[in-house]
């Protein structure tokens, strides 16, 4: 069975842009993990970017919560959620 283009780009966007592991992906668009390997595979798709994957611990310093940025960006002022507060006033 052919896989549907969609399925097979969002594969490749969940792994290349947002760096998810392969179990992670399968979660998402509710498919096992070894059929994304097999897509992935399939469509020469690399494993996941981990240069992307949003892993990396911030503080926040204005409300204390802990948030997540991609390992190769960095931090902002704040977490994006008073960012968005900060903006709206
Ligand atoms: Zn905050």
Redesign the pocket.
Known sequence: MKTSPIIVEEIRRLSQEEGLKDSEIAKIIQYNRVSVQKIRKNNNIPSYNINVRKDKKEI??????E?YIRRNEKPGI??????L?LNGE
């Not at 926040?60 to 919560?65: A, I, R, S």
């Not at 704040?78 to 960012?83: F, N, R, T, V, Y």
């Open positions: 926040c310093p204005n409300c204390k919560k948030y704040c977490c994006p959620e008073c960012e507060k």
